[in-house]
Nanobody, 120 residues
């Protein structure tokens, strides 16, 4: 089970960190990803991190601004978002997969989503 948190209303240029807490003893067996879905748009891949923390991968629009990290001892994965833009506004979801992929359909477990709103 995944529980995402940390969303909120921020201004353009601000930073925000999303957290995802996993229950269970097999967290380190899964690659973790963050996805987002803006209103009226399809869900899109944002970032992923491998089981042991490397490698990481980002969609082009967030490269250099977002950092994904994980702590397998605490069963958590974070998404540090810097220089936020209005176009980053979306509901953000964490997800877990055994397949190293950007394809959301391959992710087995999903958090409930946390809303991020970036005002201009």
């Amino acid at each position: 089970q995944l529980q995402a948190s940390g969303g909120g209303l921020v201004r353009a240029g601000d930073s925000l960190t999303l957290s995802c807490a996993a229950s269970g003893r097999t967290f380190s067996a899964y690659h973790m990803g963050w996805f987002r879905q803006a209103s009226g748009k399809e869900r899109e891949f944002v970032a992923r991190i491998a089981r042991i923390g490397v490698p990481t991968d980002y969609t082009d629009s967030v490269k250099g601004r977002f950092i994904i990290s994980r702590d397998n001892a605490k069963n958590t994965v974070n998404l540090h978002m810097n220089s936020l833009r209005p176009e980053d506004t979306a509901v953000y979801y964490c997800a877990a997969t055994r397949d190293w992929s950007r394809n959301g359909s391959l992710y087995e477990y999903w958090g409930q989503g946390t809303k991020v709103t970036v005002s201009s």
